[in-house]
Nanobody
Framework: QVQLVESGGGLVQAGGSLRLSCAAS????????MGWFRQAPGKQRDMVAT???????NYADSVKGRFTISRDNDKNTVYLEMNSLKPEDTATYYC???????????WGKGTLVTVSS
């Protein structure tokens, strides 16, 4: 059982920055990948960025060069630094921890990011 708690969302003007945090607790032994997804109203949930325990990152093309994902394994926390925010970045952002070895996919409850123009 893994619990994920996101924080850091809010309202920001276009061009501004936010940093999201996701703290993992519970059965977190040897978590490998962690990631951020986002979902706007009426849209599907899409991958934003992922990072492995070893630090390998992957980004959606729409955020590449603007967002940076990082993690602190000692603190069991993953971050998403978002710069040069655009109105199209507006969405609820969800922390994700897949555990395919157990057939389970964990999600946080989400944190809302609103970018005004």
């Amino acid at each position: 059982q893994v619990q994920l708690v996101e924080s850091g969302g809010g309202l920001v003007q276009a061009g501004g920055s936010l940093r999201l945090s996701c703290a993992a607790s519970g059965t977190i032994f040897r978590i490998n990948a962690m990631g951020w997804f986002r979902q706007a109203p009426g849209k599907q949930r899409d991958m934003v960025a992922t990072i492995t325990r070893g630090g390998t990152t992957n980004y959606a093309d729409s955020v590449k060069g603007r967002f940076t994902i990082s993690r602190d394994n000692d603190k069991n926390t993953v971050y998403l630094e978002m710069n040069s925010l655009k109105p199209e970045d507006t969405a609820t952002y969800y922390c994700n921890v897949p555990r395919p070895e157990y057939g389970i996919n964990y999600w946080g409850k989400g944190t809302l990011v609103t970018v005004s123009s």
